[in-house]
């Protein structure tokens, strides 16, 4: 396990600063970001917290996965590594012209 968290459901109008503060209750935190569109800067709704500790990581997943947060059910999980991009599509993708 380890200490950067994925969450998904979280409100449109959810900014960085809050969601770093939501989670500095568990404890210390490293970063917290909402992901927004590049281009319109609204936001998708889902975000990635660092915490300082795997222990506070823990506690935050069994504190926060199924709350109620600005009227909408967020859910808390250890984030996963990116897969390569490249890869998903394969060589078949780049033979389909």
């Not at 770093?20 to 917290?32: D, L, Q, R, S």
């Not at 506690?59 to 109620?68: C, P, Q």
Request: proline fraction near 1%; charged fraction near 25%.
């Amino acid at each position: 396990m380890g200490t950067n968290l994925y969450i998904s459901g979280l409100s449109d109008t959810l900014d960085d600063a809050q969601l770093k503060t939501m989670f500095e209750a568990i404890g210390p935190v490293n970063t917290a970001q909402v992901i927004v569109d590049r281009d319109t800067k609204i936001s998708k709704c889902f975000g990635f917290v660092d915490m300082t500790s795997q222990q506070d990581a823990v506690k935050a997943i069994t504190e926060f996965n199924g709350i109620e947060l600005n009227g909408k059910k967020i859910v808390v999980n250890e984030a996963r590594q990116r897969e390569d991009r490249q890869s998903s599509f394969g060589s078949n993708f780049s033979n389909r012209r």
